[in-house]
């Protein structure tokens, strides 16, 4: 505690220091709250992450900067002393207390993966990034597959089908212009960079987002992206696509050639064959959820911030109860999660995870069911959400959490 505080003291000495605290009770706009760390931090200024105080508020050494930016963009702030700052984090570091102060010290460098003709609002993440001004770059195939990935620290992937099934979108839109144009483009860019179907195209954007991860990067997926994504890892040189999708026949008993040492998160799941029906396997529990719109929640699992700092960081918020909501991968069946895999958010009436974690190799990846946290059942041509309606929404905040994650300094396992 003691280092901790010399570090800002010696850095601006004789200052004050800013709060910015992220309780219900007095944070105006959470979610800008976020845009505004990430802007301390790409001014080479670092930024204390007190986990489980006021619902994981934020501590930087006090700038006129930094409380007009707040005040522009409407983020709630008090001005503290030195002793007020020192008695704060004397208080983080006692044992009996479980919260920790973690260290933030770059604005990681962030990129979604996502089609070019996509709009912000297409995403729940792009959305929100855009909302907490958050700067981000999309890439997509291309980019994936001439390495550009390694020119960041964070990966967003958008509601994506690594498969080939192209999104499993058959049985509704298969007449749909926008439908037919989408496959057009994607076999026009699959035999562009050599690859004679669009899942094997896939199947390798795949595998360099894999190799990504495990050289070190983190990766956060939402909705269709993050099953679709562990069946193309674990369907490696199998056919798994009906003729509409990739022009021959599947490969006769696929379902017995899976190899699940190959996913991030999901083993022993079964792929959905049938090409009319809007789901890719059983890890989804959209089809097998029996709860009504009313009282559809899931809870956030506690975790010690002292030994447990990395869901502690991913788990932060204002209330451990987050609203449901639904997407073509709404939530994960738990009989289909890996042991090695936390599932840190869970409605266990139901059976089911709704946000999960896992270490790949050096990296992380973090799987989070649903569309869209704030529209409870988006659909395909549905206004977008207005966050200014809801700058406080928890089930954004979760988003938000996995992009500050990669700026914590790394500490020395306690062993």
Not at 89 to 108: D, H
Not at 180 to 195: L, P, R, T, V, Y
Request: with cysteine.
């Amino acid at each position: 505690m003691l280092f901790t505080f010399l570090f800002f003291y010696s850095a601006v000495s004789f200052a004050n220091f800013i709060l910015i605290p992220m309780d219900a009770e007095t944070q105006e706009n959470h979610l800008k709250a976020y845009g505004i760390t990430y802007w301390v931090l790409t001014k080479q200024q670092k930024v204390q992450w007190l986990l489980n105080y006021r619902g994981g508020s934020f501590l930087m050494a006090d700038a006129e900067d930094i409380r007009k930016e707040c005040m522009i963009r409407g983020v709630s702030f008090e001005v503290i002393s030195n002793g007020e700052a020192a008695s704060i984090l004397e208080t983080i570091s006692s044992p009996s207390q479980n919260q920790e102060s973690v260290i933030l010290e770059k604005a990681p460098k962030i990129a979604v993966y996502t089609p070019k003709g996509n709009l912000p609002w297409d995403d729940a993440v792009t959305m929100v990034l855009t909302y907490a001004e958050i700067p981000y770059d999309k890439v997509y195939d291309e980019e994936v597959l001439n390495d550009e990935l390694l020119l960041y620290d964070w990966l967003h992937l958008h509601h994506e089908d690594f498969t080939g099934q192209y999104g499993k979108f058959y049985g509704h839109y298969r007449a749909a212009a926008w439908y037919i144009e989408d496959k057009k483009n994607a076999e026009s860019f699959a035999q562009k960079m050599g690859f004679d179907k669009v899942s094997q195209e896939k199947l390798a954007v795949a595998l360099k987002i894999r190799n990504y991860v495990v050289g070190g990067g983190f990766m956060f997926a939402m909705c269709s992206a993050t099953d679709s994504f562990d069946i193309a890892l674990s369907a490696e040189g199998v056919d798994i696509c009906e003729p509409m999708f990739d022009g021959d026949p599947s490969e006769a008993n696929y379902q017995s050639k899976i190899d699940y040492s190959r996913t991030f998160a999901f083993t022993d799941f079964t792929l959905e064959r049938n090409p009319l029906k809007y789901e890719f396997s059983s890890i989804d529990m959209t089809s097998k959820r029996r709860i009504a719109k009313e009282v559809d929640y899931f809870s956030l699992m506690e975790y010690s911030a002292k030994w447990d700092p990395v869901p502690t960081m991913l788990t932060q918020n204002h209330t451990a109860l987050i609203k449901g909501f639904m997407g073509q991968t709404t939530s994960f069946d738990s009989n289909e999660i890996k042991p090695t895999v936390l599932i840190m958010g869970q409605n266990r009436s139901n059976g089911e995870a709704r946000y999960i974690h896992g270490v790949k190799g050096k990296g992380f990846f973090t799987f989070y069911g649903g569309h869209d946290p704030e529209d409870y059942a988006h659909k395909v041509g549905d206004p977008k959400t207005e966050l200014d309606l809801h700058p406080n929404s928890p089930g954004y905040r979760l988003i938000l959490n996995n992009v500050l994650f990669p700026a914590a300094k790394k500490k020395h396992q306690k062993t």
